[in-house]
């Protein structure tokens, strides 16, 4: 479960919660309720990686990847190569 912040104490020590959202999401709560959420990355490859699993093209071909597969239209691994 990821951790709660208040926003006001989140403001005060910005840099804190940016080093810990590295490892675990945070939820940024105003008046109690989720507001946002801070995410952190250790590395450039997990910023890259973030991007690209929410990146709407990528997406969308996943997504008709998995429908060709679904309607028999993929091909087998062991046809690859």
């Known amino acids: ?11 005060d020590d910005l840099s ?12 940024i709560t ?5 507001a946002g ?13 973030y ?3 929410h990146h709407p093209e990528f997406l969308r071909r996943i997504a008709e990847a998995r429908a060709a597969i679904r309607d028999g239209r993929g091909i087998r691994l062991e046809d690859v190569g």
């Not at 804190?16 to 939820?27: G, H």
């Open 1 to 11: 479960m990821p951790r709660a912040v208040a926003l006001a104490e989140m403001k």
């Open 16 to 27: 804190k919660y940016l080093r810990l959202a590295a490892d675990e999401e945070i939820v």
């Open 30 to 34: 105003r008046h109690g309720r989720p």
């Open 37 to 49: 959420l801070l995410v952190g990355f250790a590395s450039e490859d997990d910023w890259f990686e």
């Open 51 to 53: 991007r690209l699993e």
